[in-house]
């Protein structure tokens, strides 16, 4: 019984290998969060070590990206005591937290970082909270809002209006693009607007909804346009290609009913529309040669589980999409995560945390004593191994 146990406790702790094991290359380092939000734990593909990480900071925490030389961990605490989430980096091993970002403006009860993106510029892009004066009594605004990562501070503003989120930086760190909500008052059916109020007449105060298009702004703050202007429905998740010059997007005309689209980061480009039926889109990302996405999706060619599946960016994905790992253990798949070296594809199964070797085709299991729901992070291509870490 004790050598049953004991073998038990080995598999949980080294993971659970199908086929023959992977055989890692050097200097990449994997990031996850259980699902209690209680610690970061680092596995070592070179190695196998496995390190989990607390921290002296009491609330959820959540992990969201390395620094650019991959040396830092960049994630925020959401504190009842204080109020709404801050931002911290630490070093691999735990030590030299730091808290990144000091508002003096307002009281930490009054204002939150969240979905921060640490850029290969150096700077970090988040959503800035703040709780303000507003048209309708204290209102929660959020704007996109940017630091230095190597010195923290005072936030400045890339956005003005209140109602932008999801910064995410170009792979070249010249971009930025993100999402910003305008009011509607809704039509007869999600996809129409209301008949305008005719000319002279007030009306009475209608209630109404809020939709996102998307927007890019450049490094510098100089460039800023919006890339999308449906008149219905709203945009999400902007992800860019690895050559920093298109973006996958996904597009929901009415809540849970989703469609893929592209668009390249230049004024008035074309918008390609890349699926026709609605689908559920849980998350996506690109093939590191920019040749198609990868994306999880329910419903998807009347497959109801959410596979990964292959969108190609010529034709139709309710025809064209193939599953990508046909497989039926990969039957509920989440977040899938590409290594810097394009070798190795980390995603949720079933809450586990699973690195795919594509060369060989082999695949192992961790984290099946800390299960979680939150995407995997990667160490970065500027990432050369934690001895080399000593002057971060």
Not at 21 to 31: E, G, K, Q, T
Not at 134 to 146: D, F, L, T, V
Not at 162 to 170: A, I, K, L, M
Not at 282 to 293: E, V, Y
Request: with cysteine.
């Amino acid at each position: 019984m004790k050598r049953i146990a004991a073998l038990c406790l080995l598999f949980i702790l080294v993971g659970i290998s199908h086929a023959q094991p992977i055989s890692p290359l050097s200097n990449l380092v994997i990031a996850t969060v259980p699902a209690s939000h209680d610690q970061i734990i680092l596995h070592d593909i070179a190695t196998g070590e496995i390190r989990p990480l607390t921290f002296p900071l009491v609330g959820e925490l959540h992990l969201w990206d390395f620094s650019p030389d991959g040396c830092r961990l960049l994630f925020t605490v959401d504190s009842t005591s204080i109020g709404m989430p801050k931002l911290y980096s630490a070093r691999l091993d735990g030590g030299d937290v730091r808290e990144m970002v000091q508002y003096p403006d307002l009281a930490p009860i009054q204002w939150g970082v969240w979905e921060p993106d640490w850029g290969a510029n150096g700077r970090i892009a988040f959503t800035l909270y703040r709780m303000l004066q507003g048209q309708r009594g204290i209102e929660k605004q959020s704007h996109i809002a940017w630091i230095d990562g190597g010195a923290g501070g005072t936030p400045a503003l890339y956005s003005q209006t209140g109602r932008e989120f999801t910064p995410t930086w170009s792979h070249d760190g010249a971009w930025l693009a993100y999402v910003s909500y305008n009011e509607r008052v809704p039509g007869a059916n999600a996809y129409s607007t209301a008949v305008p109020t005719p000319q002279g007449q007030t009306g009475e105060e209608l209630p109404t909804i809020s939709e996102a298009d998307l927007w890019v702004v450049s490094t510098d703050s100089v460039t800023k346009y919006q890339l999308t202007r449906f008149d219905v429905g709203s945009v999400r998740s902007p992800r860019w290609s690895p050559d920093s010059a298109i973006i996958g997007y996904i597009y929901s005309g009415s809540p849970f009913n989703d469609t893929f689209w592209m668009v390249a980061n230049s004024p008035g480009s074309l918008n390609t529309r890349l699926s026709q039926r609605d689908n559920l889109t849980l998350d996506h990302t690109w093939l590191p040669d920019g040749s198609a996405m990868l994306a999880s999706v329910r419903n998807l060619r009347d497959i109801q589980q959410n596979y990964l599946w292959q969108i190609p960016l010529i034709g139709n994905a309710d025809d064209n999409a193939t599953i990508y790992l046909n497989d039926p253990v990969f039957a509920y798949t989440d977040f899938p995560r590409y290594s810097p070296d394009g070798r190795y594809l980390a995603f949720r199964n079933e809450y586990r945390l699973v690195v795919y070797d594509l060369s060989l085709g082999t695949w192992v299991a961790y984290d099946e004593g800390a299960l979680g729901n939150t995407p995997p992070v990667w160490s970065p291509v500027g990432y050369t191994g934690e001895s080399n870490c000593n002057a971060s």
